[in-house]
């Protein structure tokens, strides 16, 4: 068998398949994110570490099969210090993090992060690799002195038990990466004003690479030294491989804790849609294909949170959107609840979300759908973003945790105007992994041979008009939020003006 394996930003996941793509056995397990009001979002590199190894422990102890290979994948960007051991050097960024908000805002103003777009085709926010590195070159320089590798999640987890400092193509693409050439482009490491730390930057694995488990990787994952061990793609490539695409024009909908939009292309001209520099393109496992990807900051979590502040749980939300009727009643809004604002389909630190509309005969579940309604329509603009420099016609397949909702994932059917399939599988990120170790230990896997059954939610008459109009809506309330956050960017607080203080908000489990 495979074991599968998706260290995701607050949950771990385990798979494990057999030769022909089943399920034998699933695990997960919870681990902490340390949110900070000043910005901060970090993790425990350790903690994150005892998740993996005890839910590969328990599919392991479940199937009771041999283990052909362990396949890992995870969340992308943030930046996980380690020294020549594999131990964090400070705790692990998350891309959630803040801290380089003005960095970033510094850098939209001097034209930095249109050089480096025009160079590598990603937009740069605060929670990528190339802010991150310059703030703690600037505030905490020490903790780049003790490092020896500048990394993501993945090969975090991949030189812990294998001992190998390596990165994925995927990861690398995030943002430095030429992903044509799939080589490092200097000159946008020397824009970002972080050549100083270009030793910490792992060389980008080829195709196919293959690692085995060490000893101290045996001990932790109970399996036997020598077990090949392949180390990504990251969380979004491999979620398009688990969800059986592959073909241009394919589109994947991660309805998760991000919202991410992707589409398949078969050339990658990263110098496309460069008049607002925002998303990213992504290596693939294949060098002739990659992902032109959208991936706004909020999705599940934006839900998450208004319904814990209406005092409901998740259970409750089918019937608070089956009472509703589309347009929420004249309710809307704009999801753009993250602290470090949003990286697409545009990039804007002071970003934040809006509830508009509200009267006194507005019910929950108008704001329910409002929200709901307003993540689609985000999910909409990325799309249209993507294909105008990935252009096709292929499926569209959508997974995550919002996808499990039956009238959510009609939301999204109807206001995308198209059919949208649905996985019966929770664990796309997993199979992908796993899809991608197989090919590289030789096996001749196709992505459609593996993929799960899935349901077709097709868009339901009679409401293209009522969306398409509330679609123009939105995009104009954007528009007309943008010119708000620039001119009142000096009421939000700014990072370094709350440095030191410190105080743990929240540790989510």
Known sequence: MIIGVDVGTSMTKADAYDDDGRTLASAERASTL????DGRVEQDLEDVLASAADVIRRVAAQADRPVRALALTGQGDGLWLRDRDGHATRPPI??????????????QDDGTVHEVYRRTGTGLFPGCHAPLLNVLARDEPESLERAAVAGYCVDALIQRLTGEITVDA?????????????RYDEDAIAACGVSGSRHLLAE???????FALDARGAEITGLPVGTPVTG????????????????????LLIIGTTLACEVFTDRA???ADAAEPAGMWLCTPDPTTWLRAMPAMVGTAGLDWLLDFLGVGIDALGGLLEGTRPGAGGVSALPFLSASGERAPFVDTRARGQIEGVTLSTRRGDVVRAVCEGIAYTARHCFERAAAAAPGDGRLVACGGGSRSGPWAQIFADVLGTPVEVPDDPGLGTRGAAIVALRALGDAVEPADWAAPSRTVEPAAGTADCYGEGYLRYRAHVDTARGFWARQGQGFRRPEEARGAGRPLTAVT
């Open 204 to 210: 980008p694995a080829p195709p196919g690479a293959v």
């Open 34 to 37: 340390h949110q900070y009001d």
């Open 94 to 107: 998350s891309w959630l993090d803040d801290r380089a908000a003005d960095v970033v805002r510094a850098w």
């Open 232 to 251: 990504g793609p990251f969380d979004l490539p491999s979620c398009a491989a688990g969800a059986g695409l592959s073909r241009p024009g394919d589109g």
């Open 170 to 182: 995927s990861d690398a693409s995030l943002p430095f990466l030429d992903v044509v050439g799939r």
């Open 269 to 271: 001209d990263v110098t």
